[in-house]
C-alpha cells in the first residue's frame, strides 16, 4: 500500500470543506424539519462566527453553500450577537447514571449558565462544575430560541439561522424550478434528447 505525503496534505482546504459540510448538513436538517424542498430557493442563511479565520473559510467556500442550499445570501453575525440567543438544560438520562445524588448541584449551576458558560461547554466539550464533578457536551442539551422567520440549529460547535420566510418572487423561482423540473422527467421518461 502506498506511503501517503502528509507534505501534499492540504489542513486548510480540509478544514474548509469539513466547515461546509457542517453548514449544509444542518440547513438541509432545517430545511425537511420546515418541509421546504431545496429546489424552493430562499433568500438568507445567518451564521454566527468566531472570528476572521472562520469568517474567510466560509467565505472560500460560500459559492458551494449557495448552490448547494439553493441559497440566494450568507449573512455573517458575531458570535456573541443577542440575535441567537442560546439556551441550556440537563439532559438527565446521562446525568443520573453518572452523577447520581451530585444532579441538584449540577442542576443549579446549569441555570445560573451565563451565554459565555454556554459558549464555553458547546465549543470546548466539557465543563467543570466543582472540583469533583466534571460534565460533558452529552449532559446537557444547548438549543437556540427561536425567531420568527428563522429556524435555528446548533451542531458541533456552529450555529446556522435559515430564514425559511418565502416571498412572492422566492415562491414563483421555486414554481419555475419545480417545472422545470417535471419538464425533464417527461423527457426522460420518453427518451428525448434535451
Not at 149 to 177: F, N, W, Y
Amino acid at each position: 500500500f502506498p506511503k501517503s505525503q502528509t507534505n501534499k496534505i492540504d489542513r486548510d482546504l480540509e478544514e474548509k470543506m469539513d466547515l461546509a459540510q457542517k453548514i449544509t448538513t444542518i440547513a438541509l436538517s432545517l430545511r425537511k424539519k420546515e418541509r421546504v424542498r431545496v429546489r424552493q430557493p430562499l433568500q438568507k442563511i445567518m451564521i454566527p462566527i468566531t472570528g476572521d479565520k472562520m469568517k474567510s473559510q466560509i467565505t472560500s467556500v460560500q459559492d458551494i453553500l449557495l448552490s448547494e442550499l439553493n441559497i440566494k445570501e450568507i449573512e455573517f453575525i458575531s458570535d456573541n450577537s443577542d440575535i441567537l440567543t442560546k439556551k441550556i438544560k440537563p439532559n438527565f438520562k446521562t446525568l443520573g447514571p453518572k452523577f447520581g445524588k451530585d444532579i441538584q448541584k449540577i442542576v443549579s449551576k446549569l441555570n445560573q449558565f451565563t451565554p459565555e458558560d454556554i459558549k464555553k461547554i458547546d465549543s470546548e466539550g466539557k465543563f467543570i462544575i466543582n472540583q469533583d464533578i466534571t460534565i460533558d457536551i452529552s449532559d446537557v442539551e444547548i438549543s437556540s430560541a427561536d425567531i420568527p422567520g428563522l429556524q435555528v440549529m446548533s451542531q458541533d460547535g456552529i450555529t446556522v439561522a435559515l430564514d425559511v420566510t418565502l416571498s412572492e418572487k422566492l415562491k414563483e423561482e421555486g414554481l419555475a424550478r419545480e417545472l422545470v423540473n417535471r419538464i425533464q422527467n417527461i423527457r426522460k421518461d420518453y427518451d428525448f434528447e434535451v
